[in-house]
């Protein structure tokens, strides 16, 4: 059971990246999805969730209106298209799959994590 986070790299501010979030050794359907980061010297925090059938998606204030969350179940990926990014993005980015079919903004009922990706906004 695996989650692999990647599209991570170096931008400018105001340009864009996607990141995508791949599960092998199990299937993403019934699972929500969250992406959560973490910068240096700060907690962990939820940035965007999407729920099983993608019907339902939550993005945290700092990021809403810039950031869109999708999925494709039948590629047993989601991804995280971010524009607009700021200093304030760079942090290293999580996907992990909830134990429910809605998305969650606490990491408490998040099960399975990929490794991360870091995304780096600097001029």
């Known amino acids: 059971v695996q989650l692999q986070a990647s599209g991570g790299g170096s931008v400018q501010p105001g340009e864009s990246l996607r990141l995508s979030c791949a599960a092998s050794?199990?299937?993403?359907?019934?699972?929500?999805i969250g992406w959560f980061r973490q910068a240096p010297g700060k907690e962990r925090e939820f940035v965007a969730g999407i729920s099983w059938r993608g019907e339902t998606t939550r993005y945290s204030d700092s990021v809403r209106g810039r950031f869109t969350i999708s999925r494709d179940n039948a590629q047993n990926t989601v991804y995280l298209q971010m524009n607009s990014l700021e200093p304030g993005d760079t942090a290293v980015y999580y996907c992990?799959?909830?134990?429910?079919?809605?998305?969650?903004?606490?990491?408490?009922?998040?099960?399975?994590w990929g490794q991360g990706t870091l995304v780096t906004v600097s001029s």
């Open positions: 992990a799959s909830n134990r429910l079919s809605q998305p969650t903004t606490t990491s408490e009922f998040y099960h399975y």
């Open positions: 050794g199990f299937t993403l359907d019934y699972f929500a």
